[in-house]
């Protein structure tokens, strides 16, 4: 999705009124309240990484209607490649997100790597 792919799938994924918490000050912080909402926030992120953004998964854990996983992202930028690691904590109303929190390892270097790209 982040490199370009399509969206649909996405859409589909989240429920109607989602809300997709991510923290900071960056220009993808806030708390993205809908559907239209949440998918505003995904596409402004694909278009601030320019397709550069990679997401890699690394663990996850379900207990319920919730999943915890573990991601490291990274991007080239200016010939530097810059890193952060998440945990996105996401609670499901059957097979749909109803909210999400993103929670960066390093808030401040998460930060930093989103305003850089504002």
Same mark, same amino acid.
């Given at each position: 999705?982040? $490199?370009?792919?399509?969206? &649909? %799938?996405?859409?589909?994924?989240?429920?109607?009124?989602? +809300?997709?918490? +991510?923290?900071?000050?960056? $220009?993808?912080?806030? &708390?993205? !309240?809908g559907r239209d909402a949440g998918? %505003?926030?995904?596409? !402004? !992120?694909?278009?601030? %990484?320019?397709?550069?953004?990679?997401?890699?998964? !690394?663990?996850?854990?379900?207990?319920?209607? @919730? +999943? +915890?996983?573990?991601?490291?992202?990274?991007?080239?930028?200016?010939?530097? @490649?810059?890193?952060?690691?998440?945990?996105?904590?996401?609670?499901? &109303?059957?097979?749909?997100?109803?909210e999400a929190w993103l929670v960066p390892?390093?808030? &401040?270097?998460?930060?930093?790597?989103?305003?850089?790209?504002?």
């Amino acid at each position: 999705m982040y $490199a370009g792919g399509g969206l &649909d %799938a996405v859409r589909e994924l989240l429920s109607p009124d989602v +809300v997709w918490h +991510v923290p900071g000050g960056s $220009a993808i912080a806030g &708390d993205h !309240r809908g559907r239209d909402a949440g998918m %505003a926030y995904f596409e !402004r !992120r694909r278009a601030l %990484a320019g397709g550069r953004m990679v997401i890699e998964e !690394r663990r996850q854990i379900a207990d319920g209607d @919730t +999943v +915890v996983q573990l991601a490291d992202g990274s991007m080239e930028l200016g010939g530097e @490649t810059l890193r952060w690691r998440t945990a996105g904590v996401y609670r499901f &109303d059957g097979d749909q997100v109803a909210e999400a929190w993103l929670v960066p390892l390093e808030l &401040d270097a998460f930060d930093a790597i989103w305003r850089r790209l504002n």
